[in-house]
């Protein structure tokens, strides 16, 4: 059971920078890619990026391209999706998830990432 954590969320200024983080324990995310969705009060929820399992080819939604980058680093079984220029927009709950390898991963179809980590909060406010 691949279990995941969500970590480096709080409260930035608009503008601002995060750099998030999501550590995988139990198993190896070597097989896995990795998607970052988020969840804002009274919204449903929506894909952000997401990257293969190689690192070779990620995506990202139109509402973060230009703002936010994704990478992984497998030896230390995480992935850091890094967060530039803020919107109060960008307020919301943030979720990594692990699909297998072979799976429709890339357009943030929700069903097709197998586990799911708690979500850390992220606060866009001056």
């Known amino acids: 059971q691949l279990q995941l954590v969500e970590s480096g969320g709080g409260l930035v200024q608009p503008g601002g920078s995060l750099r998030l983080s999501c550590a995988a324990s139990?198993?190896?995310?070597?097989?896995?890619?990795i998607g970052w969705f988020r969840q804002a009060p009274g919204k449903e929820r929506e894909g952000v990026s997401c990257i293969s399992n190689s690192g070779g080819a990620t995506n990202y939604a139109d509402s973060v391209k230009g703002r936010f980058t994704i990478s992984r680093d497998n030896a230390k079984n995480t992935v850091y999706p890094q967060m530039s220029s803020l919107k109060p927009e960008d307020t919301a709950v943030y979720y990594c998830a692990a699909a297998p390898w072979g799976s429709s991963w890339y357009d943030f179809w929700p069903a097709e990432y197998e586990y799911w980590g708690q979500g850390t909060q992220v606060t866009v406010s001056s």
């Open positions: 139990e198993l190896t995310l070597d097989y896995y890619a």
